[in-house]
């Protein structure tokens, strides 16, 4: 222990030490202020732990009649999550040609495709849906509608990504043999990006099943409309359940779309 | 074997290997795939009027946005509301990290027993699953609307990330270096502060930052069922129909979530 | 058969990679093209498919002049020429079958090509082929699963499986280990004869082409400074090529770039790390 002491004393100079302390301290520090400025009444503090505690005991057990009742709304949150994605990967495909290195035709459009990718993900899904729901009323339709806008930047700039390390040796080797610009393309692209398109197709769906489980607290669509009813109405066995059933597809599809994702390698 | 000469006894025909049982099957399964989401779609159709009024309702919104409501009473809001956001962060990414660590061991296959594994990551995998807003919207029923609400809601979500990426990094440790301290006569507890620890100290803080990262940008939206921050401060410009307002906030939203992404790939870039 | 006259190139660097090369190749012979790094030969090899524009100067193969088609004549020109890559070129993630079969690639629709569904006596043929060139049996692994040596067969398959008219060659084994590449040579060599088709090729080792070439042709600095039979090579014609061209052999040589490591997969552990939020 003694020697490992050592070693980091002799690694590190006397001002690296000094700038670990002070991030340290500021860290501190900043934890603190942030703490005060919450005003956090500390009489609800102490009461929290018992708070939660209670809210359990009320939960439980889950309403399990219930479950029948919920697996539209589930399936519903499912259908968002796909629908979504499958939207979002239409509206990035030319986003992400545009803002790859490579196939960007213009450093107009190069920086258009990069703005759009920063632009939609930094908004996020329950904004977007918030938007949607005052544009379409409450539903399914502004839930897809958010969810596909909120994943566009993260499906352009990986899917950009794998354009960018397309190997031109390969799609040159299909010119070469006079292949047309459709048998460059389905020859030499498609097989090279299909593992980068179907990882982020199925990473992504796998996500927006999680995102699709809140965009019904304000509205629109899923499983998180129901939530909130069961919320509002004090029906805490039915949270419960519904609690478990989010679960339940959140690692189901986690399940499937890693399995996916490991047979197109 | 010169221009002229069939090529005798070779197959005529070849099937590219498929990882479905035979092509037909593969195309039962494109074709089911393809009817499963022409039926979600349906399912989502807006009738003729929806779609209509939509367009009347966009160009309201839109115009009602533009400009961003930049009066000082809505500047003062926005800046509270953000204050509070960006303090939020900070203790939940100080509290969720502390109650992590535990988790973080205990969900590495090579420093437990298995039964604690197991119940390791079962934590994780619960907090991975729910998202902070459903957390949030239990909170707030439990200990009152408020910031405080927050809080425990992104502390509980801090695990499923934070204990997850660490339990990884702890996995991967050198065992060499944790052996020489169990031959040395350390306990469980010595093994983990000066085998474990040194080795994972540097992706820990590493891990921290991108966790604030993260609560930066989950503080600014638990506010919309009541949770403290921006969030309330947005979901009420949008009942009020104050989207002007609404705009500067999600402006401000956009700008704070950009600084603290720089901020923290710079400290993380210090770090390592 | 092939005839090239007072070629030139300028690439948009401002590089002069060929100053006015003159050469043609007849009938069944085996043309080396030899010279140090950065003289010019995968420049030349590259014009002859328009891989590369050239910058003047004409190619004449079989009667017609390949620089001023236009891209459907260029395209079916093409089929004519096999062309054989030092890095293979092989579409990694396809199986060899699909690799051989896309030399056939310019004879069948777009939509036959979506279906991989090309003619009986091609598939035959393909078959055959893979049998000669020593792989027969892997038709179904993916060409990334095959060594530096295999994938190369695999490109020459693929090249013969088109019928050219003649085999365009570059370096064909300076990606490979020295056993292996007098094996490749003499595959490559043995097949041209037996398919009764000129080959022309550019070699970095001058052994290889004085063993395997029925005609060299020097190249240093965008230049032909020797023409002649392997015998006819001595140490003069040695000292002139590779001293004309010492002042750029360590030039780096954009073309010559070792292929990309392909990491199309997604990197799912960065991809985690994306915050979700
Ligand atoms: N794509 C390119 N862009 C610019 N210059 C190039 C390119 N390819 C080759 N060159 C230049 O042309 C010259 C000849 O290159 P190359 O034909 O690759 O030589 P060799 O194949 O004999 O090694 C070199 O000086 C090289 O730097
Ligand atoms: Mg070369």
């Known amino acids: 222990m003694s020697v490992e002491n050592q070693t980091e004393w002799r690694k590190h100079s006397p001002r690296y030490h000094i700038a670990r302390w002070a991030a340290i301290v500021a860290s501190i520090a900043v934890v603190v202020l942030s703490w005060r400025e919450l005003n956090v009444t500390y009489e609800f503090l102490i009461f929290t732990p018992r708070n939660l505690a209670d809210l359990f005991v009320r939960m439980t057990p889950p309403d399990w009649a219930y479950s029948i009742d919920i697996l539209p709304p589930l399936i519903e949150t499912v259908n968002i999550a796909i629908l979504g994605t499958g939207l979002a990967v239409l509206i990035a495909l030319p986003i992400a040609y545009m803002g790859a290195e490579n196939t960007a035709p213009h450093p107009i459009a190069y920086a258009f495709g990069k703005f759009m990718i920063v632009a939609t993900r930094s908004v996020n899904v329950i904004i977007w849906a918030l938007f949607f729901v005052v544009i379409f009323g409450t539903g399914a339709l502004a839930g897809v509608l958010a969810v596909a806008f909120r994943s566009i930047g993260f499906v352009s700039k990986l899917i950009a990504e794998g354009i960018e390390e397309i190997d031109t040796g390969q799609t040159e080797a299909i010119k070469a043999m006079g292949g047309s610009p459709m048998d460059v393309a389905i020859y030499g692209i498609v097989p090279q990006i299909k593992p980068t398109f179907v990882g982020v197709t199925t990473y992504r769906w796998d996500i927006n099943v999680r995102e699709a489980t809140v965009i019904g607290l304000v509205g629109a669509g899923g499983i998180g409309v129901?939530?909130?009813?069961?919320?509002?109405?004090?029906?805490?066995?039915?949270?419960?359940t519904i609690l478990i059933a989010i679960l339940g597809i959140v690692l189901v599809s986690e399940v499937v779309s890693a399995y996916l994702r490991k047979k197109v390698s | 074997m010169s221009k002229s000469e069939p090529s005798a006894g070779y197959?005529?025909?070849?099937?590219?290997?498929?990882?479905?049982?035979?092509?037909?099957?593969?195309?039962?399964?494109?074709l089911a795939i393809i009817l499963f989401?022409?039926?979600s779609a349906w399912a989502v159709r807006p009738s003729v009027e929806r779609v209509m009024g939509g367009i009347d309702a966009a160009s309201i919104l839109l115009s009602t946005m533009f400009p961003p409501d930049l009066s000082p009473i809505a500047l003062e809001r926005t800046y509270g509301g953000m204050v509070e956001s960006i303090a939020m962060a900070f203790v939940a990414t100080a509290i969720g990290v502390v109650l992590s660590l535990p988790v973080a061991v205990m969900a590495a296959e090579n420093l437990v027993p298995r039964p604690v594994y197991y119940v390791g990551r079962a934590i994780v995998s619960v907090s991975r699953a729910l998202h902070e807003l459903v957390l949030a919207i239990i909170c707030v029923v439990a200990v009152g609307l408020g910031p405080l609400a927050g809080v425990i809601a992104l502390v509980?979500?801090?695990?499923?990330?934070?204990?997850?990426?660490?339990?990884?990094?702890?996995?991967?440790?050198?065992?060499?270096?944790?052996?020489?301290?169990?031959a040395s006569g350390g306990n469980s507890l010595q093994v983990l502060l000066y085998g474990v620890a040194p080795q994972v100290i540097p992706r820990m803080v590493g891990l921290i930052i991108y966790r604030w990262d993260i609560n930066i940008r989950a503080s600014t939206i638990v506010g919309i069922v009541g949770a403290g921050g921006i969030g309330v401060t947005l979901l009420n410009s949008f009942e009020r129909y104050e989207y002007d307002f609404a705009l500067t906030i999600i402006l401000a939203i956009i700008a704070v979530v950009m600084v603290g992404e720089i901020a923290s790939a710079i400290a993380r870039r210090r770090v390592q | 058969m092939l005839e090239i006259t007072d070629l030139e190139k300028v690439y948009s660097t401002?590089?002069?990679?060929?100053?006015?090369?003159?050469?043609?190749?007849?009938?069944e012979e085996v043309v080396s093209i030899i010279g140090p790094s950065g003289a010019g030969k995968s420049t030349l090899i590259r014009c002859i498919n328009r891989l590369t524009e050239p910058t003047a100067g004409s190619i004449v193969l079989d009667g017609e002049d390949v620089t001023t088609m236009s891209k459907s004549e260029l395209r079916n020109a093409r089929r004519d020429m096999g062309?054989?890559?030092q890095e293979f070129n092989l579409v990694e993630r396809l199986t060899v079958m699909e690799n051989v079969l896309s030399g056939r690639v310019g004879y069948i629709s777009t939509m036959q090509a979506l279906r991989r569904n090309f003619p009986e006596e091609d598939v035959q043929r393909a078959y055959e082929v893979l049998d000669r060139v020593g792989v027969g049996g892997m038709e179904n692994k993916r060409a990334d699963e095959l060594s530096g040596g295999q994938r190369q067969r695999i490109g020459i398959a693929r090249a013969v499986l088109q019928r050219p008219k003649i085999l365009l060659v570059d370096e064909p084994t300076s990606a490979l280990d020295p056993e292996t590449s007098f094996a490749v040579m003499e595959l490559l060599t043995e097949?041209?004869?037996?398919?009764?088709?000129?080959?022309?090729?550019?070699?970095?080792?001058?052994?290889?082409?004085l063993e395997y070439t029925d005609r060299i042709v020097g190249l240093a600095d965008g230049e032909v400074v020797f023409k002649g039979t392997p015998d006819e090579f001595d140490q003069g014609a040695r000292d002139t090529i590779y001293r004309a061209g010492e002042s750029r052999e360590d030039q780096s040589t954009p073309g010559e770039q070792v292929q990309k490591q392909q990491s199309a997969s997604v990197d799912i552990s960065d991809a985690d790390r994306e915050t979700s939020y």
Do not use: C
């Open chain 1, 226 to 240: 129901e939530l909130n009813t069961s919320v509002d109405f004090l029906q805490w066995p039915r949270v419960l």
């Open chain 3, 14 to 27: 401002g590089d002069e990679a060929l100053k006015g090369v003159s050469m043609d190749v007849e009938g």
């Open chain 2, 37 to 39: 989401v022409l039926w």
């Open chain 2, 11 to 30: 197959p005529e025909t070849w099937e590219r290997p498929s990882v479905f049982y035979n092509e037909y099957v593969k195309y039962v399964v494109y």
């Open chain 3, 191 to 209: 097949i041209a004869r037996e398919e009764g088709i000129p080959v022309l090729i550019n070699i970095h080792e001058v052994e290889l082409a």
């Open chain 2, 156 to 182: 509980f979500a801090t695990p499923g990330f934070f204990a997850k990426l660490l339990a990884e990094d702890l996995e991967d440790i050198d065992e060499g270096q944790v052996d020489a301290i169990r």
């Open chain 3, 83 to 85: 062309m054989i890559f």
